[in-house]
């Protein structure tokens, strides 16, 4: 339901430059100089982040009886391609206010569960008939509609009780522990994502910011807010993250359906008609820019709020992830 791979086919670890391209005039200037002193590598951070997410979904979803719902579940969790764009969210907005990444781990592995488990029933006939994701065949096209929506539905508890048992009490007291399981419920039940899937296949074309929102913000939205509660941030500043994840959400959305209008080379038909519900489609692309780049400075608005918390270089590392992932989506 969020961050399509055609905005991130080549992921920041790959296409940016190897120091952190973050101006200094973005940064208060004791930050700045301790950003120039440690020179963060974002392509070591990123692609060492992204391989600890993978070691631990790997060690989260192993195979039991019954295996095929497993290897299900296994198969889009930890296919080829993925971004991991959720946990990395995060895991940066929890070390944004200094806290250790172990401690946002379960939760960001859940976070992954989640996401997986709303594309493999996005791509069901019964709903966006997808016969692929990613390059490769859909969950429902290896191993059938049945399998398919069991593996989701399986997706969905484990995610809750990956957290509940592997969250260290030591870093992440308990009351946080329940707000992050009520955020994520929250997300995805029948006022979140469900509710954009549903109108989005109703089609109306004057909810599509609404659509927008539910279908592909709430996910990047909760991502933020979660790695907040994990790390204990105040009402103010869990707000400030709800608006930054949100706009990020829709933002990749935004750009993937303009890179999308811009090359002319819609999937399939279905596809197409499918584009009836983007901002693309309803406002055409100068207008869907003009989204775009809203969205994008609202994102950069709500993250500039953290620069006074910029004193470590783990901080460092939080605020220039998340700072880079809104820079990367310029059309």
């Known amino acids: 339901m969020i961050f399509s791979s055609a905005v991130l086919a080549n992921p920041p670890c790959v296409c940016l430059p190897r120091k952190f391209p973050v101006r200094c005039s973005s940064l208060p200037a004791t930050a700045a100089s301790q950003l120039r002193s440690t020179q963060f590598d974002l392509k070591t951070y990123w692609t060492t982040l992204i391989a600890e997410i993978d070691q ?26 993925t971004k991991r764009a959720p946990p990395v969210m995060c895991v940066a907005a929890c070390e ?23 594309l493999i029933h996005d791509d069901l006939p019964c709903m966006d008939d997808d016969p692929s994701r990613r390059g490769q065949p859909s969950n429902h096209t290896v191993y059938g509609v049945d399998i398919a929506i069991l593996a ?15 969250t260290p009490p030591h870093l992440v007291p308990e009351p946080r522990v329940l707000r992050v399981i009520a955020e994520i419920a929250r997300a995805v039940g029948s006022t979140g994502m469900a509710a954009g899937q549903f109108l989005d296949l109703e089609g109306e074309p004057n909810l599509v910011e609404f659509v927008q929102e539910k279908k592909f913000g709430e996910m990047s939205e909760c991502s933020a807010v979660c790695g907040g509660f994990l ?17 990020v959400g829709v933002l990749y959305q935004v750009v993937d ?21 983007s901002y693309v489609a309803f406002s055409g692309v100068e207008k869907a820019m ?42």
């Open 56 to 81: 631990n979904l790997e060690k989260a979803i192993t195979v039991k009886y019954p295996e095929q719902i497993y290897e299900s579940m296994r198969y889009s969790v930890l296919a080829k391609g």
């Open 152 to 166: 989701g539905d399986a997706l969905f508890p484990l995610g809750f009780q990956h957290i509940v048992s592997h």
């Open 231 to 247: 790390a204990g941030a105040d009402d103010d500043e869990i707000q400030s993250l709800r608006r930054y994840g949100r706009a």
């Open 290 to 331: 003009e989204v775009a780049e809203e969205l994008r400075a609202k994102a950069k608005e709500e993250l500039d709020r953290f620069k006074k918390r910029m004193n470590s270089a783990l901080v460092m590392m939080g605020f220039g992830t998340m700072l880079i992932v809104v820079n990367y989506l310029a059309v």
């Open 257 to 277: 359906d303009i890179l999308e209008a811009k090359a002319q080379t819609p999937r399939d038909e279905e596809k197409k008609k499918k584009k009836g519900k």
């Open 96 to 118: 944004l206010f200094g806290v250790n990444r172990i401690a946002a781990f379960p939760t960001a592995c859940a976070l992954e569960m989640v996401h997986a488990a709303s």
